[in-house]
């Protein structure tokens, strides 16, 4: 293209230099292109042009050095061209005009792209929770936006057939068009407004990196470094909200532990199971600082009580030592602040840890005669461990069953079916 598109020396291998870009720079190029052409389908489209051309022309001519800027100028290029196409819609031809002048200054970073509160992400995230969008809404927006998840992935998330997600996503797509909702983040007194489903879209692109809900592995350690990065922007931008520095605090707890969660064939392995060796210290130190920094501001919520929860993991010098009483305590709370059925099948398993299978059973019960949960593969993967701790072998395989037929994961499947037919001895 331009002097910019200079070529990387050596013979890197293109195919996973453009699978490299994709899981790297497609969120922070979609982003930038939102903001030029004010147009979700528009830039989605353009920007999945742009990495069909570096497919096809990658191989041939080599990867560039900066592929970031490569994909941005190609899917800019491609909006125009699409642009062009239609160029007899109004209202087009000022997005025309300022992409065609964007193209011939050669892009290079604005001053506020430079900035981490203007960043150009942290602008996609809050224009997508913005309040005229109904919560799942924004939720399913964000992830297939920011987060780079399927349709189908979402589907599942939210346990709604693909066609309806994909028709969700659509009128969130035009209702954002039709509002002329703004794309920045908004003034401060409106930050508070829109804090609450931007820290759950954080979570929840978090959550499907943690533990992915499909696919062939566990850990989708791209979505995790994303969700971190939005939470300590947040954190600068937002210094004063005790929750924001919460969720900052539970994430990187959280995600202390990756390299230990799979061993080296990619295999799941049980928290008590881990090589805490492999557990990054460097930020569980940082966690607890954001965890001891939310407490300070006085205002406790959620967020924070995970990460306490987190850090009593964490901080337990071996899986003999980890103060289940208290966690159990810390997990009634979080029913009191944020009830939720994953909330209580979490709070079963560490009453059953600190007091005995049956009593963590006992708080089960209720959640399994919920016709709402039946299809929610954690409850009943909770049950056959529970099951399986109190010597109900028979009882245990059932319920291991239904968890494997629930699950999309093939990491997930394949421990499930490991502990169902460990069980095989003792039935």
């Given at each position: 293209m331009t002097s910019r598109d200079e070529r990387r020396p050596g013979g890197e291998d293109p195919a996973a230099a453009v699978e490299r870009a994709f899981r790297d720079e497609r969120a922070s190029v979609l982003a930038t292109l939102i903001r030029h052409v004010g147009d979700f389908q528009l830039a989605e489209d353009a920007v999945q042009d742009a990495f069909a051309s570096a497919v096809a022309t990658w191989p041939r001519d080599g990867v560039p050095h900066n592929p970031g800027a490569w994909l941005t100028t190609a899917a800019r290029r491609r909006a125009i061209d699409r642009l062009r196409r239609k160029r007899s819609i109004a209202d087009r031809a000022d997005r025309l005009a300022e992409l065609a002048r964007l193209d011939a200054q050669e892009h290079r970073p604005d001053a506020d792209e430079e900035s981490s509160v203007q960043d150009d992400r942290l602008r996609l995230i809050f224009t997508c929770c913005h309040p005229a969008l109904a919560l799942p809404a924004r939720?399913?927006?964000?992830?297939?936006?920011?987060?780079?998840?399927?349709?189908?992935?979402?589907?599942?998330?939210?346990?709604?057939?693909e066609p309806t997600m994909g028709q969700r996503l659509s009128r969130a797509k035009r209702k954002i068009a039709d509002a002329r909702i703004p794309y920045r983040v908004p003034s401060d007194d409106l930050l508070p407004d829109r804090l609450g489903g931007v820290l759950m879209v954080v979570y929840l692109i978090f959550n499907e990196g943690y533990e992915a809900s499909g696919g062939d592995r566990l850990v989708r350690g791209e979505l995790c470094g994303e969700a971190i990065r939005l939470g300590r922007l947040l954190a600068r931008l937002m210094p004063d909200e005790a929750e924001v520095w919460g969720l900052l605090a539970l994430m990187l707890l959280h995600d202390a532990r990756r390299e230990a969660r799979v061993d080296e064939r990619g295999r799941y392995v049980a928290l008590d199971d881990q090589d805490r060796s492999l557990w990054d210290r460097g930020r569980i130190r940082e966690g607890a600082g954001a965890?001891?920094?939310?407490?300070?501001?006085?205002?406790?919520?959620?967020?924070?009580?995970?990460?306490?929860?987190?850090?009593?993991?964490?901080?337990?010098?071996?899986?003999?030592?980890?103060d289940w009483h208290q966690i159990a305590e810390l997990y009634a709370a979080l029913a009191r602040m944020a009830p939720s059925a994953v909330v209580e099948v979490n709070r079963a398993v560490a009453v059953a840890f600190a007091s005995g299978p049956q009593a963590g059973l006992e708080l089960l019960a209720p959640l399994l005669q919920d016709a709402a949960l039946e299809r929610y593969q954690p409850l009943h993967a909770a049950q056959a461990e529970l099951l399986r701790r109190a010597g109900d072998a028979g009882g245990a395989a059932r319920a291991y069953g239904r968890a494997i037929e629930l699950t999309s994961n093939a990491v997930e499947r394949a421990e499930l079916e490991r502990r169902l037919e460990s069980l095989g001895a003792a039935r």
């Open positions: 939720v399913a927006l964000t992830l297939r936006m920011l987060g780079g998840l399927t349709t189908g992935e979402i589907a599942r998330a939210f346990l709604v057939a965890l001891e920094q939310a407490m300070r501001l006085g205002r406790p919520g959620p967020y924070q009580v995970q990460a306490a929860i987190a850090a009593l993991h964490a901080q337990a010098p071996g899986p003999d030592a980890v």
